[in-house]
């Protein structure tokens, strides 16, 4: 019988657009300051795209970097997923753009619409055809571009500081070495009555005409949040899933070598270190250089914690999740 297989990450990537936007670059177009963004989330600066770059660009970049990180050949990826709430149309989704992009065969591209737990989301989906074999080499992308439909107004301030533009990607592959190293569990959550917490509403095609002069007169096309709602169920439901997540593997936060939060805000990461009474020091914290980018949000600090060698083989890293829907969720990698 031959030995069954985990998942394991053998590549990952990040792209950020090279633009830098500070907090101070902030105070010049909008009512806020560097002193309130820093204080209520922990965030400096973010990048954002030049007008005339989608989300697949910076996906494909980040995707570029890890086939290589996996010395893979492109020809080798037989299946790929895209995670974003920012896709560069409408329809199709951005998983059939960088398959063109890359020059991949007619592989199948799947779009996952999970918003910050999105790469979660990808990742349990990617376990499931690894494991069973119907896939053996994956390419996981997420990537956004939020900075192009961000409400600067006061209506929209709270929202608008947050989040920020950027993309990763990770190669998942069989591992049959028997070795115990891979995706150990993923556990996945929603409760969609909160779906109007975060949102973005407009157009909408339950609407006739979708397009209407009234919803793009009274702004209702950009993002909006309801942040302390937010704040407190994150705060909330990550260490939740991480504590169910760890207990589904008989391990415990000693065990735990890295825990990558979304980063949504810094104090939120810190509340979810509290609850879980893990040291900040094993907590992935780089929202103050990024800002919130999404389902990217994850990958990117799983590609810096790798490239710094802050986890190495062997280490249990655990990943949590919380956004737009809601949805939340979490996984355990024996790295
Ligand atoms: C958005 C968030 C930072 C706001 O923090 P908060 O502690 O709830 O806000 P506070 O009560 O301290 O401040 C609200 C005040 O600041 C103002 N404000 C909002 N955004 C502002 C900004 N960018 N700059 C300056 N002032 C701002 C509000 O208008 C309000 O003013 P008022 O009291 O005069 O009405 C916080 O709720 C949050 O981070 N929520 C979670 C958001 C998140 O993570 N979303 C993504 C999830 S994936």
Redesign the pocket.
Known sequence: MPMSASTIITGTGRYLPPRIVTNFDLEKI????DE??RQ??GIRERHYVEPGTGSSDLGFEAAVRAIEDAKSERSEIDFIIFATLSPDYYFPGNGVLIQHKLGLGTIGALDIRN??SGFIYALSVADQYIKTGTFKKILLVAAEVQSTNLDYS?AG??????FGDGAAAVILEPNRSGDGRGVLSTHLFSDGKHASD?WMVHPSPKNKPTFYPEFIANREYYPR?D??N??KN?SERMPEAVTIALEHNRLTVEDVALLIP?Q??D??SQMVARGLKIPLEKVARNIDRYG?T?AASIPIALDEAAKEGRIKRGDIVVLTA???GYTWAAAVIRW
């Not at 909008?30 to 300051?33: H, R």
């Not at 301030?157 to 947050?162: F, I, P, S, W």
């Open positions: 909008m009512n806020t300051t309130w963004i209520r989330s918003q910050c006061d301030r709270d929202l608008a500081v947050l975060l949040m942040g302390r937010v704040f994150a979304h949504a805000n104090r939120i919130n999404t919380f956004g737009s």
